[in-house]
């Protein structure tokens, strides 16, 4: 005597075999940018000021703040013309190493003693 599967145990079947399909690697790579979170021109040029104004605050705590804030803004203006679009920033907001390095040329051409 043959007995009748339950009404559950098909879509049981199916959620068990979909759970098997999608547990291997995925063929198709992750889009660009997804680890982090793509902003405007002027939020990435804020960033890049930000970046700035934190690391010459820490190293030259004795500058005129004024000339200091104004000498980043020099730099973060350089530095977004060799940030390429689009505009993405790292995990949690930061900018990513690329970037880091791009206001770091911008601090070399700004700030003059």
């Known amino acids: 005597m ?13 959620l068990l075999l979909a759970a098997c399909n999608t547990t291997g ?3 198709v790579p992750p889009p660009k940018g997804s680890d982090g979170e793509t902003v405007t021109r002027s ?9 700035c ?12 703040r004024d000339r200091m804030i104004s000498s980043c ?5 350089k530095a977004i013309k060799e940030v390429p679009e689009p505009y993405t920033l790292a995990r949690g907001g930061a900018i990513t190493g690329s970037q880091d ?13």
Request: proline share 4%.
């Open 2 to 14: 043959m007995t009748k599967p339950s009404r559950l145990v098909v879509p049981a079947l199916v």
């Open 25 to 27: 690697k995925s063929s």
């Open 43 to 51: 939020m990435m040029e804020r960033k890049l000021l930000d970046a």
């Open 53 to 64: 104004v934190y690391r010459q605050y820490s190293v030259l705590k004795d500058q005129n």
């Open 73 to 77: 803004e020099c730099a973060a203006s």
């Open 101 to 113: 390095l791009a206001v770091r040329r911008g601090i070399e051409a700004c700030f003059k003693s």
